[in-house]
């Protein structure tokens, strides 16, 4: 019997890939996650899902989502919109700059386009401020290519599934690699199905830490599944990854930088308090630091100096001349 190619240390045959699909969609058909972006086909509101998704858990995006499309119901009244509205209705979601980039991509493709947004991968990918996970997610989600999405779920599922080395399930795959296995595994014609359904068992049972291989409709043809089937550990001691008996695996040798001594935790405050002001409002420079940061000095201005700059070439703020005097406000 031919065998279908599969870049891993598994090669399937073509009756095991068709058994390896049908399991997972079944088991997706009975456990898939119910989103309400999943439930729209339109290109707009799935590509408002995918950027909030980018860096902000379901949870907290569900709601934002529903009143950033009630504010903004089209690509073009999103394009119309003041950039402080678009910040300001960003609240709650972090990493503002996504909110300047969906402005800045609806104000092109409304320009453009007539606000419709283009069909084809690379159509999608030659966008602004569309990476290439954005892309295939658009694409597939919105516009039924047939294409793999690998997010962090899926590359998760896919490198244990085919691990290289079974006694290190999570090593680490290539961007290639991973790009590689999906697009083998992909069934023509179910894509949307085939990624949400790796997505959700990323999420749902093959979990970073404490994948449930018991309940995982794949455990059959895993390489992983034997090194997560470690002895139960004692009461107290923290889980680990099979391979590596000293702990967790060590990703940096660099100190860790408290969050809230970072530029982006300093980011957020100055966002937070321009939010804060009424549409004509702004905040004199000489008083901005010392409202974002109690400790703020002197020696403190260069760096703000230099952050404020960065910050309004990204079109998240504005400096202007008032009275003689700088002052820092929501971009209009
Ligand atoms: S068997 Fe376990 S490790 Fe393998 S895909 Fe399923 S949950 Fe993940």
Request: glycine fraction near 6%.
């Amino acid at each position: 019997m031919p065998r279908v190619e599969i870049p891993s240390p598994f090669h399937l045959s073509p009756g095991q890939l068709r058994r390896l699909r049908r399991r997972l969609l079944a088991w997706f058909a009975a456990n898939g996650r119910d989103m309400p972006w999943r439930r729209s086909r339109r290109p707009y509101p799935i590509l408002v899902s995918e950027i909030m998704l980018q860096q902000t858990q379901v949870e907290r995006v569900e709601p934002k989502w529903r009143a950033f499309l009630k504010a903004f119901p089209s690509l073009n009244r999103l394009a119309q919109a003041p950039r402080r509205d678009v910040i300001v209705l960003w609240d709650g979601l972090g990493y503002n700059l996504r909110a300047v980039r969906l402005h800045l991509l609806a104000q092109r493709i409304s320009r453009e386009r007539h606000g419709r947004l283009p069909r084809t991968l690379e159509e999608l990918r030659a966008l602004p401020g569309v990476g290439p996970y954005t892309a295939s997610a658009l694409a597939c989600f919105a516009f039924g290519v047939d294409t793999p999405v690998v997010d962090t779920n899926i590359e998760r599922v896919l490198r244990r599934l085919f691990a290289a080395d079974p006694s290190d399930p999570d090593a680490p795959i290539t961007k290639r690699r991973g790009a590689t296995l999906a697009a083998a595994l992909l069934p023509a014609g179910r894509s949307r199905d085939w990624n949400l359904a790796l997505m959700d068992l990323g999420a749902q049972v093959c979990a970073p830490r404490q994948p449930r291989c018991g309940a995982c409709p794949l455990a059959a043809w895993c390489t992983a599944r034997a090194a997560f089937a470690a002895p139960r550990r004692q009461a107290g001691s923290q889980p680990r990854s099979p391979s590596t008996p000293g702990g967790p695996r060590r990703l940096s040798r660099r100190p860790a930088v408290r969050f809230e001594n970072s530029n982006r935790y300093y980011r957020g405050r100055i966002v937070k308090l321009l939010r804060s002001l009424a549409p004509h409002e702004s905040v004199p420079l000489s008083q901005l630091g010392r409202r974002i940061k109690a400790d703020f000095t002197v020696a403190d201005r260069a760096w703000l100096g230099k952050e404020l700059r960065k910050m309004a070439r990204e079109g998240l703020l504005e400096v202007r001349r008032k009275n003689g005097r700088s002052h820092v406000a929501m971009p209009s």
